[in-house]
């Protein structure tokens, strides 16, 4: 499985951003996607995470700002972010797993920077 993120960039403090991660090659058809994010000096973090039964879940630091969604074919993920903050700059990564858990996942994408600016 391959992962494409796009979507990253430069915004300011209050504006918003809408990340994409196109997954390719053998997809299981019961799979969890998600976005995570790593700031300097900091450890990697679940940012949000879906089903392909459309199942969601978020961080906290980042419930009723950004919404996490995918595409009819369940091939691409995205993650809208809405009034962003300084502190969610850092790098955001897509990835992918076989079956339900939003943990333990096999494929990773490259990262996409994201900076919000104060």
Known sequence: VQLQASGGGLVQAGG????????????????????HRQAPGQQRELVAGIQSGSRTNYADSVKGRFTISRDNAKTTVYLQMNSLKPVDTAVYYCAYRRGWNYYGYEYWGQGTLVTVSS
């Open 16 to 35: 918003s951003l809408r990340l994409s991660c196109a997954a390719s090659g053998s997809i299981f058809s019961i799979n969890t996607m998600s976005w």
